[in-house]
């Protein structure tokens, strides 16, 4: 099953379209753009990595995607539907893991959360608990408060909750950001066996280029303030990736190189003065 | 040896007070201050009676039940306008001003309107300590984490689900804080309420014994009322420890790193 999902990305329509979005926060001190005009299609079961330097709106464009926000202009598009606040089939794992799992619940209580709204029998919803806790590894530390977790595992707990619903497209805002480096390689990996067993779509936004090669299928590159894809390729590693062999293949340094000198070029782009006097 | 430690710790001080007490009033007698030793006879004689019944109960009763409803109604008004922001901005203000006028000043007002009896009684507790409940409420909603709230959204936590598990424990801190403050204000004004007016109660006994230099029944008057306070911050304190486990634990953790 796992190893058809990029033939079947090139068959299906897409089902996540980004239609020339633009958002434009309005302040005391006037408009600031976060982002111009971008637009994209991610594919059913694709794992996308959206990278960027900082300040480009990366977070600003997913809470577009997921609906937290209401875009100036452009739209978001899932499975045909317009995007106007959170979608039933989506689910989105926040960087700060520590301030989006409820603290006076219970770990398995966190993960049982996105099933409320679903009406289905205890029965199913613990069974669906269970799982989604032992793909992640944590089937031990169901009754623990996720305060009394280490980062690595409550970023886990967050991820199993996104999961648990089995949601159709998942968004990752620099989920690994605040975890130390031994345990981002494991939550990597981790993601990598979570998509490949569920085969949802993914966008994984991370400012970490080697994070972005080894993930994804594909990467995007944002330019930085004012927002446009600077570049968009496909990553053609081998979909078995492992953390020694995967980093030093030829390939991988040929492609991270690439995203690299993009980002370089983006950067460069923001040193130069605006047009249109931009903040 | 670590737990007669704490208990030294405990009854220590009140120990050198009432210590401190008996010396200076067996040094220098002065009829409006007697020896703790009398005011104990006095307590028992007083309270150990049927005027626990006459008086105390209803005093505690009236009480709790005006603590009761002001801390519901402050809790439901503040979940309100802490949720709806229109109504937030139109009510600050007014709350501040109501807020500043000290409650005793309702007795007189509710004499009038409400007539003496237990309701007025109530209404002044109610209305006096149901302040530092709503406000607090209030604070504590809009202090809900931004990214707890966008996770609620993604999931689609909604509605009442959303209060429940989102808003009530959110706020739940600044909610008990607001409680702990509405305790100490509900027990003076019961007594103050008591002490206009009234023909039974524990103000009302307070005034009268003091009103016929019955001086240790006074003092023993005043130390029942400290002893119904000690207990109610102990239930609260009860309570508190099983709301709120979760806080501490949570600021345990996040001090401790």
């Known amino acids: ?279 | 040896m670590k737990f007669l430690g704490k208990i030294g710790y405990t009854i220590g001080l009140p120990a050198v007070l009432l210590l401190g007490w008996w010396a200076y009033a067996s040094i220098v007698p002065n009829f409006f201050v007697p020896p703790p030793g009398v005011v104990a006879t006095a307590f028992l004689d007083v309270w150990v009676s049927e005027r626990f019944l006459t008086d105390v109960l209803p005093s505690i009763a009236r009480l709790l039940v005006g603590l009761g409803i002001a801390i519901l109604l402050g809790s439901a008004l503040g979940l309100t306008i802490g949720c709806v922001r229109w109504l937030r901005d139109v009510l600050e203000p007014v709350l501040e001003f109501i807020r500043a006028i000290p409650p005793t000043i309702t007795i007189p007002v509710l004499l009038l309107l409400v007539g003496i009896n237990d309701t007025m009684k109530i209404t002044v507790i109610v209305l006096g300590s149901m302040w530092p409940v709503l406000l607090n409420t209030v604070e504590g909603v809009r202090a809900i984490d931004p990214v707890l709230s966008d996770t609620a959204q993604v999931y689609r936590i909604r509605g009442f689900a959303r209060l429940w598990h989102l808003t009530v424990p959110s706020a739940s801190p600044q909610i008990m804080a607001g409680v702990r403050q509405s305790l100490s204000l509900g027990l003076i004004l019961m007594v103050i309420s008591e002490m206009f007016a009234a023909n039974e109660g524990l103000g009302f006994a307070i005034v009268q014994f003091q009103r016929t230099f019955a001086i240790p029944e006074m003092w023993s008057g005043i130390v029942l009322l400290g002893l119904i306070g000690i207990a109610l911050s102990i239930v609260f304190q009860i309570v508190q420890t099983r709301v709120l486990a979760w806080y501490f634990g949570l600021r345990e953790v996040s001090n401790a790193v």
């Open chain 1, 1 to 279: 099953m796992q190893f058809d999902v990029q033939a079947n990305a090139v068959l299906l329509t897409p089902t996540l379209s980004v239609q020339g979005v633009k958002k434009v926060y309005e302040t005391r001190n006037g408009s600031v753009e976060a982002v111009r005009n971008l637009t994209f299609d991610l594919q059913q079961g694709e794992f996308a990595c959206l990278v960027g330097p900082s300040g480009s709106g990366k977070t600003t464009l997913l809470k577009c995607i997921a609906g937290l926000l209401k875009p100036t202009e452009g739209l978001v598009v899932l499975d045909g539907n317009r995007v106007d606040g959170p979608p039933e089939k989506m689910a989105v794992v926040f960087q700060e893991y520590g301030r989006s799992l409820f603290p006076w619940m219970t770990v398995e209580e966190n993960v049982r959360l996105p099933l409320k709204s679903h009406g289905l029998k205890k029965t199913e919803r613990d069974e669906r608990v269970h799982r989604a806790l032992e793909a992640v590894d944590l089937h031990n530390v169901g009754r623990s408060y996720p305060w009394q977790l280490s980062g690595g595992m409550q970023q886990r707990v967050a991820i199993a909750r996104a999961i648990v619903s089995e949601p159709a497209v998942m968004l990752m805002d620099e989920p690994f950001a605040a975890v130390d480096a031994q345990t981002r390689a494991d939550l990597e990996d981790l993601m990598r066996q979570v998509w490949r067993d569920i085969g949802m779509t993914i966008l994984f936004v991370t400012h970490d280029i080697d994070e972005s090669v080894y993930l994804g299928q594909r990467v995007i590159m944002l330019s930085s303030s004012p927002t446009v894809v600077q570049d968009d390729i496909a990553i053609d590693l081998p979909i078995e990736r492992d953390q020694l062999t995967t980093r030093s293949h030829p390939q991988f340094t040929d492609l991270r190189g690439h995203v690299y000198e993009q980002i370089q070029i983006a950067k460069r782009g923001q040193a130069a003065p605006e047009p249109d006097g931009q903040v």
